[in-house]
Structures are given as structure tokens and as C-alpha cells.
């Protein structure tokens, strides 16, 4: 269990799991940039970062901008929307303040793109529902994602293999932080769509920056 000065930001998990010197920059260095993509995403999330705002239909009430914390992740941040279906069940249900009965939650969060090949959308929704699960002791077993290029959510189980590459990325950002070194520079594919790249320079630093300059260089003078 982590103590309150331990807890790093949940919302980086997504970016060690995109890539490690991505979030070292982001959590250790302290550097971001705006990219459009970035921008995209802050219009999506303009409506769900909004706490005042509490939809009821019925059997379901909607929250937005919901604190969460775990001490077992050592992780703390904000649910982008927290789905709450009337339950008549009350294993893993909760009460909800100037609400009756029982309620099942579910975390929903919002992404610009579309569904990805890799989990790091996916890690950051079980980060999410494991904070809950901590917070209420119950256990979610699903999450959705909403993708905006797409209009549509995406389901998926919060199976045993999910949950442990989750604690293993929380467990990795605890341990790069505490050693304040950030991974070397490594250029992959999506090294293009990422919004430190200007900031990483994967081609340079990745390489021999000495060779590359040379190289560089010679071709001017050519």
C-alpha cells in the first residue's frame, strides 16, 4: 500500500503503456506539447470534465469528473464518466447520496480516436475500476470506451490478464519515478501521432546523434 505522498497520476498509465519515455517526459521531466490530436481530445472531454453536471434517466444515473484514488496502485485522478444502473442486487452495488436502493458502477471513458492494437486505452479504464472497486470493496467486471471518430463504445471484460498488466504498468511508474532516470529514446511507428516528438527527437537521440549530425551535415554541404 502506497502512502498519500506515493500516489502518482492515473492518468499516465496510458502513456508508459504507449511508451515509457513518452510518460517520463510527461511525469519526470515535466514537459508537454499541444498537438491537434491533443486538442481534439480536450474538445471531447469538454462536456465529462464538468463534475456539476449529474444526468438522471431512468435506472441511471450518470456522474462526470469522479475523484479517484488506490492505495494498492498507488495511483490517483478523475473518471471521465461513472455509469451508476439500479441494481436489486447488493453484491458489488453501492448506495448513491439522495438516491434509493443500490446501484452497479460502471466507468466509461472518452477517446478521440478509434479502438487501438494496443491496451493502453483499456489499462487506464481498469486503473479506473480498480480504484472504484477499492474505494466502494466491490469488483466491476467491464468497462467502455467511447471513441469519437467512430460514435461508438467499446465493451470489454476486466479480466485477470487486464488487471495484471495494470499493476505491473502502475508498478513501473513507481519505480522509473523513483529513480528519476528517463528510458532512452527509441523510434517506433507511433512515434509519429505522439505530441513529444519535437521535445524526444526518437531519431536522433535513438541513433548516434554524432553519425547522424555527420551525415546531416555532408548532405548539405552536397
Same mark, same amino acid.
Given at each position: 500500500?502506497? @502512502?498519500?505522498?506515493?500516489?502518482?497520476?492515473?492518468?499516465?498509465? &496510458?502513456? %508508459?503503456?504507449?511508451?515509457?519515455?513518452?510518460?517520463?517526459? !510527461?511525469?519526470? +521531466?515535466?514537459?508537454?506539447?499541444?498537438?491537434?490530436?491533443? !486538442?481534439?481530445?480536450?474538445?471531447?472531454?469538454?462536456?465529462?470534465?464538468?463534475?456539476?453536471?449529474?444526468?438522471?434517466?431512468?435506472?441511471?444515473?450518470?456522474?462526470?469528473?469522479?475523484?479517484?484514488?488506490?492505495?494498492?496502485?498507488?495511483?490517483?485522478?478523475? #473518471?471521465?464518466?461513472?455509469?451508476?444502473?439500479?441494481?436489486?442486487?447488493?453484491?458489488?452495488?453501492?448506495? !448513491?447520496? $439522495?438516491?434509493?436502493?443500490?446501484?452497479?458502477?460502471?466507468?466509461? +471513458?472518452?477517446?478521440?480516436?478509434?479502438?487501438?492494437?494496443?491496451?493502453?486505452?483499456?489499462? &487506464?479504464?481498469? #486503473?479506473? @475500476?480498480?480504484?472504484?472497486?477499492?474505494?466502494?470493496?466491490?469488483?466491476?467486471?467491464?468497462?467502455?470506451?467511447?471513441?469519437?471518430? %467512430?460514435?461508438?463504445?467499446?465493451?470489454? @471484460?476486466?479480466?485477470?490478464?487486464?488487471?495484471?498488466?495494470?499493476?505491473?504498468?502502475?508498478? =513501473?511508474?513507481?519505480?522509473?519515478?523513483?529513480?528519476?532516470?528517463?528510458? $532512452? #529514446?527509441?523510434?517506433?511507428?507511433?512515434?509519429?501521432?505522439?505530441?513529444?516528438?519535437?521535445?524526444?527527437?526518437?531519431?536522433?537521440?535513438?541513433?548516434? #546523434?554524432?553519425?547522424?549530425?555527420? =551525415?546531416?551535415?555532408?548532405?548539405?554541404?552536397?
Amino acid at each position: 500500500m502506497y @502512502s498519500e505522498e506515493d500516489l502518482l497520476l492515473l492518468s499516465g498509465i &496510458q502513456h %508508459i503503456d504507449f511508451c515509457e519515455r513518452q510518460w517520463a517526459l !510527461i511525469h519526470i +521531466e515535466k514537459q508537454w506539447q499541444e498537438n491537434v490530436l491533443t !486538442i481534439e481530445g480536450q474538445f471531447l472531454h469538454e462536456k465529462t470534465d464538468k463534475p456539476d453536471i449529474v444526468e438522471k434517466r431512468k435506472g441511471l444515473v450518470i456522474a462526470r469528473a469522479v475523484p479517484l484514488v488506490s492505495y494498492e496502485l498507488g495511483l490517483y485522478g478523475v #473518471a471521465d464518466v461513472i455509469e451508476f444502473t439500479e441494481s436489486g442486487e447488493f453484491d458489488n452495488s453501492v448506495q !448513491i447520496p $439522495k438516491r434509493k436502493g443500490r446501484w452497479k458502477p460502471k466507468i466509461v +471513458e472518452y477517446k478521440r480516436g478509434k479502438p487501438k492494437n494496443i491496451d493502453c486505452d483499456k489499462v &487506464q479504464v481498469c #486503473a479506473q @475500476s480498480m480504484c472504484l472497486e477499492e474505494m466502494y470493496n466491490i469488483t466491476i467486471q467491464d468497462g467502455e470506451i467511447f471513441y469519437g471518430q %467512430i460514435k461508438h463504445r467499446e465493451k470489454f @471484460s476486466l479480466d485477470e490478464n487486464l488487471r495484471m498488466h495494470t499493476k505491473n504498468l502502475a508498478q =513501473r511508474m513507481h519505480d522509473l519515478y523513483s529513480s528519476g532516470i528517463t528510458p $532512452k #529514446a527509441e523510434h517506433k511507428q507511433h512515434c509519429k501521432s505522439c505530441s513529444l516528438i519535437d521535445i524526444c527527437m526518437p531519431k536522433i537521440i535513438g541513433k548516434n #546523434a554524432a553519425n547522424y549530425l555527420k =551525415r546531416e551535415i555532408k548532405c548539405e554541404n552536397y
